[in-house]
């Protein structure tokens, strides 16, 4: 990637963010607590809304997104170190996680079934995992739409795509879905999940 997306990535969010996303990210990262990992993390845009974590772990596999979010790393108000990591090949060992995060994430990742895999590894018996995630919608119309727009919305957007079911492949990851909630007719969604291994 280059580092003109990671330039432009708040500015472009900050409509969305303003108006809900910001509200949707603090209510879920107040159920984050003990040593956490956010996959993902961007421009470290959660970083200022944990308030109940002990410690985050924050991977992030693209440089110029890690250089956007020093600012609000150094401003958190609990200790944040970051990892230039992907989430398909997580270098932390079994069991290590009370919390997992990830916002807007699954849609960019090249293998989502990978990345849950790595996730229940590496995250404790019982571990709750937290998602804000846009996904392919219901409505036969907006699905195909997204499907028509995803191979252009790809190139445009760093690999981001529109039509990724992910709340079906977060439930056929073995991970026990707890909670949906849906936003915008159902192109967002916060999903949130146990680890029952």
Avoid at 100 to 113: A, E, G, K, Q
Wanted: net charge negative.
């Amino acid at each position: 990637m280059s580092n003109f997306f990671p330039s432009i990535y708040d500015l472009a969010m900050r409509p969305l963010e303003k108006r809900k996303f910001q509200q949707i990210r603090k209510e879920l990262l107040s159920h984050a607590a003990g040593r956490v990992l956010e996959i993902g993390a961007g421009t470290g845009i959660n970083f200022p809304l944990y308030k109940n974590a002990e410690h985050v772990d924050a991977i992030e596999p693209n440089q110029g997104m890690i250089e956007q979010s020093h600012a609000r790393k150094a401003a958190a108000a609990v200790p944040i170190q970051v990892h230039q990591q992907s989430a398909e090949s997580l270098d932390f060992p079994d069991d290590t996680f009370d919390t997992v995060v990830s916002t807007l994430v699954f849609c960019t990742i090249p293998d989502p079934v990978k990345a849950l895999q790595e996730l229940s590894r590496v995250s404790k018996p019982q571990t709750k995992l937290l998602f804000f995630e846009h996904v392919k919608m219901e409505h036969p119309t907006l699905a195909f739409a997204q499907e028509a727009l995803n191979p252009l919305w790809k190139r445009v957007c760093d690999g981001c795509h529109l039509n990724r079911d992910t709340l079906h492949t977060i439930q056929e990851s073995g991970l026990q879905v707890t909670s949906v909630t849906s936003y915008y007719k159902g192109l967002f969604l916060v999903i949130e999940s146990e680890n029952k291994k």
